[in-house]
């Protein structure tokens, strides 16, 4: 018999209901829901476009509810467990069946001539006329030279449509929320993380796998990992907060300023700001939605504050498409009130000033995030339609508390599961890492190069901070965020160009800078991956992005092999 995916996902939901579990009927479903996948991934590498960036930090900072997941007959049980649909659940599910075809309009590429215009303003906007994006039949979009690049020269820099720091980086470094610019001063950076690391909340001691290395060789020298009293290296209580609060100041800093951290207008504590403009910016933008504080415009601050939690708890991605959902939101409602201002006399349909809200997000998304999501070593691949089902559950549950939170009547469409599994998709795809230097490590490597005397008599009164924060001194401000020009940049092992940050680059924004000559007409291409590596290599981790490379030098590698 053949079954449709929601055909499949009921007749799971009834067996799981079943007194009795029928473990062979299960298994042979579940094997169908895997088929579904791979049909639908092998339908969308058909016509791959543009770029895909499959973040290797979402992955690591991904949390399954289930600590043992390691053991497949837990993952499965707790699997079923969840796939029974709670009330709420059926609420998520019950948009996407009463807005299908809203979603299907959300979810429709957008024609060539909208997109060729959008991305001529957005290009104009961010005044690098050097360049275009161009719709190529086969490779889909693509970003192409429109006058000449010398080696080094500047190609773009492109803002973030939306992003986040990570979770776990909120403890290692105080940045705007919106540019993502240090703040504060360097004595406050400084004061700040060793408060969390004296509270035992560093990075350091974060069970992130990404952190463990780091972890590891912290306590191979014998230091002790947070806020233990007996470690020689942790500073006296008074000494921290006197730094926090700007009552010591250390030498040289005032070579570092940084910005006055101002408080969201909010009220919500946990947003700050690098100047009005930016708290203003992303109060519009999303944060007048998502903000925990008093002034908050969400619906529900207790179910905002139980999905952030959530998702802090689970995948922080969550927030980021959290942050898609309320832009396109505020957006649209904006589109509205300028509508009726001018009074047209057809009223604009609702649904298309929705589509028009949605535009600059709907340009990154491929696939939905369960369908993409790259099946972690750990998980037996014979339950990959198992993890494939507890992640688009993961994806259900945040959904619910975001729709309890911010929920829109106009914009109920954007709440479906099915553009949450896309937003989030086109993350785990589309998105470039953030990363903002540090200047506490400038500080420091400031203090380093001055002269024997000076430096000595400085090193005296730095040398107990540098050692109390041990080698995590330098930790940069880590998150992701979606820039839109440069997830248009397909990828080369050979490439012409690349993101790199230079020394007055001090916030969030992307920067391309070119590898070599480009000439006109020429396609600028960036590496997702270490090029270095060999093809085979090469080759199995740009098959996580969804596409077998073929540029020049894998050509050559591949008739040589
Ligand atoms: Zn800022
Ligand atoms: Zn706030
Ligand atoms: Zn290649």
Known sequence: MVLTEAEIEAELDRLMEAPEVDEEQVKDLEKRMIEFTKTNREIEDGYGSGSGHPSQLQRVYLVLPDPNSQNSTKLKTQT??????????????????????????LLAPLPTPQLQEYFNKLITSRRCNGIEVKNNGTIGKGVYANSEFDEDELILKDEILVGIQH????????????????????????????YFKNLGVSG??????????????????????????????????????????????????????????LSCPGGCQEAFYCSESCAEADWESSHSLLCTGERSESISREALGEFIKHANDT???????????????????????EHVDKKAKQSEPKQSLLLEAWKPVSIGYKRRWWDCIALPDDV??????????????????????????IFDKECEALFSLEIYGNIIGMFELNNLDLVVASPVEDYFLYIDDLPDAEKEETEEITRPFLDALGDEYSDCCQGTAFFPLQSCMNHSCCPNAKAFKREED??????????????????????????????KERQALLADYGFSCKCSKCLEDSSSI
């Not at 649909?85 to 998520?92: H, I, L, R």
């Not at 980021?320 to 509205?336: D, E, H, P, S, W």
């Not at 691949?381 to 309890?404: H, V």
């Open 315 to 337: 995948n922080d991605i969550f927030l980021l498409a959290a942050k898609a959902i309320a832009f396109t939101i505020l957006r649209y409602r904006k589109l509205k009130a």
């Open 167 to 194: 979770s776990s980086n909120k403890v290692d470094c105080l940045v705007c929320s919106f540019c993502f610019r240090f703040i504060g001063s360097i004595e406050k950076q400084i004061g700040r993380k060793l």
């Open 80 to 105: 079923r467990r969840r796939t029974r649909k709670s009330p709420a659940m059926d609420s998520v599910y019950k948009t996407d069946e009463n807005f299908a075809a809203d979603v299907a309009a």
């Open 204 to 261: 350091c001691c974060d069970d992130d796998s990404s952190e463990e290395d780091e972890c590891v060789k912290y306590n191979g020298n014998e230091e002790q990992c947070g806020g233990s009293s007996s470690s020689h290296n942790t500073l006296p209580e008074g000494v921290v907060s006197s730094l926090m609060n700007g009552e010591m100041a250390l030498p040289h800093t005032d070579k570092f300023p940084l910005p006055s951290p």
């Open 380 to 405: 037996d691949p014979t339950d990959e339609g198992a993890f494939r089902m507890q992640i688009k559950n993961l994806a259900c549950t945040s959904l619910e508390l975001l729709k309890i939170a």
């Open 506 to 535: 001090r916030d969030g924004q992307a920067v391309i800078i070119a590898l070599r000559r480009i000439s006109k007409n020429e396609e600028v291409t960036i590496s997702y991956i270490d090029e270095e590596l060999p093809y």
